[in-house]
């Protein structure tokens, strides 16, 4: 989603420039193209890029500075996503997570479709427990995202880490019979690995007995492989 408060061509370059910088931890060089920005009169309370140069500043340990310049940035553009998620990363960083989700949350709702807000909501979400309201943001993802191996795992999690194994099933068959299997694959092989601890723990041993058996030749960790038979054996042998 474009900016609520676009740059003139040659400062948003110099925009893309910082936000580069913040990226590959280059966070002299960061602050440098931010000032070229600011020292423009018109310019000097544009909310992104003083966001930008606040977060910059919490990399460089610059902690007063940086709240100073990310609430600044806000409070001259409260309709920028770029500004909320900052705030929010800011908020992070000191273990805020409960203000953080807020951030985020604020951020999505001036750019709902975001890939990289809806991540680190994801993994907040995961970290705070907060498993409902992980699993709908992993549902997100996986719309937004329907070809990612990670959409489609990360979503099975969450009705995992819900109990709801038979959802939670439904949902890795239904990426399985999306693959193209290759030899010695390793990705698949997990993939399948976690099909059946899914099974162990929902108590479907026999099923899971009957899993690995069935797809044993595609399993490439073969001493996991071993072991993961030998516990499926002894349970459904109680």
Not at 43 to 57: P, Q
Not at 64 to 76: C, H, I, K, S
Not at 150 to 159: C, F, L, R, T, V
Request: charged fraction near 30%; include cysteine; proline fraction near 3%.
């Amino acid at each position: 989603m474009p900016s609520s408060n676009p740059l003139p061509p040659k400062e948003n370059n110099l925009f893309k420039r910082v936000l580069r910088c913040y990226e590959q931890k280059q966070y002299k060089n960061g602050l440098k193209f931010s000032k070229q920005i600011l020292s423009n009169p018109k310019l000097s309370e544009h909310g992104e890029t003083l966001a930008m140069k606040g977060l910059t500043l919490n990399c460089l340990g610059k902690k007063t500075e940086a709240y100073d310049f990310v609430r600044r940035g806000l409070r001259n553009d409260l309709r920028s996503h770029v500004c909320w998620h900052v705030y929010g990363l800011l908020q992070r960083s000191d273990r805020k997570y409960d203000e953080a989700i807020k951030c985020y949350r604020n951020a999505l709702k001036w750019d709902k479709d975001n890939l990289q807000i809806l991540r680190d909501l994801s993994l907040l979400q995961i970290q705070m427990r907060d498993i409902e309201g992980y699993r709908d943001t992993r549902h997100q993802l996986l719309i937004l995202r329907p070809v990612q191996r990670a959409s489609w795992i990360g979503y099975a999690m969450a009705y995992h880490l819900l109990q709801d194994y038979e959802m939670a099933m439904k949902i890795l068959e239904e990426f399985r019979k999306t693959q193209n299997v290759k030899q010695f694959d390793y990705e698949h092989s997990e993939l399948l690995l976690y099909q059946n601890l899914v099974l162990q723990e929902a108590g479907l041993h026999q099923e899971a007995l009957d899993h690995i058996n069935q797809y044993s030749e595609q399993i490439v960790d073969k001493l996991e492989l071993e072991e993961t038979k030998g516990k499926v054996l002894y349970y459904t042998l109680q």
